[in-house]
């Protein structure tokens, strides 16, 4: 099926990553949201989105981390938010075969959901596979760095091994992607304390389960409900 992720091998970490000692770097919101709203800053967040949507692949770790979690202080950011062309889409996850039709009308459909919400990583991997099939290598490529260094950017923001240093996600979906990308499998999520805890089976892999940082998450909720 054509929903199987396609970058794995440009990812440099591995599933044993869980389960051993990496460096990583607790997001400081108040440093970035300080850094993000200053104009004269490398990191103002009108200059690095521009960067980001003109496909800028000079764009660094640091500077992908302020995107991803200074994304929580833009207006348009929504715990909730869904594509708005995800039933169209869903029709595409699943066939076996695209014709040059349908890469036409996911990458159309694709580029408006990401001008909505920039940071959709599953449909960033999926408009990299449509790229790729359909010949055009230059937006395949260019679609692939967003994809991985987002997903870095996640993966650099903790280790997952407890609440404290849980991995911090934008959306739920997100924790999903990550598990996806390991070839991990959940049996049963629950909230703890500001996380998401994705329990695996005993014994499966090194690890138990990982904790998802859902702060944001839970603020934004909790904004929308007053």
């Known amino acids: 099926m054509i929903r199987k992720l396609i970058f794995l091998t440009i990812l440099t970490i591995g599933i044993n990553a869980f389960a051993q000692e990496i460096a990583f770097k607790i997001p400081d919101y108040k440093a970035i949201e300080k850094e993000i709203k200053d104009k004269n800053s490398t990191y103002y967040y009108p200059k690095l989105m521009e960067r980001f949507v003109s496909n800028d692949t000079l764009l660094?770790?640091?500077?992908?981390?302020?995107?991803?979690?200074?994304?929580?202080?833009?207006?348009?950011?929504?715990?909730f938010w869904t594509s708005p062309n995800d039933k169209k889409l869903r029709e595409y996850y699943g066939k076996e075969k695209l014709e040059p039709a349908d890469c036409d009308e996911i990458i159309k459909l694709a580029n408006h959901s990401l001008s909505e919400f920039p940071f959709d990583i599953r449909l960033l991997n999926f408009l990299g596979y449509v790229y790729h099939t359909k010949g055009n290598e230059d937006m395949a490529k260019k679609t692939s760095?967003?994809?991985?260094?987002?997903?870095?950017?996640?993966?650099?923001?903790?280790?997952?091994?407890q609440c404290e240093t849980g991995f911090h996600v934008l959306v739920v979906s997100h924790e999903y992607v990550v598990l996806n990308l390991f070839e991990l499998e959940t049996k049963s999520q629950s909230l703890v304390g500001k996380c998401d805890y994705q329990s695996f089976e005993k014994g499966k892999y090194k690890v138990d389960g990982i904790y998802f940082n859902i702060e944001k998450m839970l603020e934004n909720e909790a904004k929308a409900f007053k």
């Not at 660094?60 to 929504?78: A, C, I, M, T």
Request: hydrophobic share 30%.
């Open 60 to 79: 660094n770790q640091d500077e992908y981390r302020h995107l991803y979690f200074g994304y929580v202080f833009q207006p348009k950011y929504s715990a």
């Open 145 to 161: 760095i967003k994809f991985h260094n987002i997903i870095n950017a996640i993966l650099s923001s903790g280790d997952g091994k």
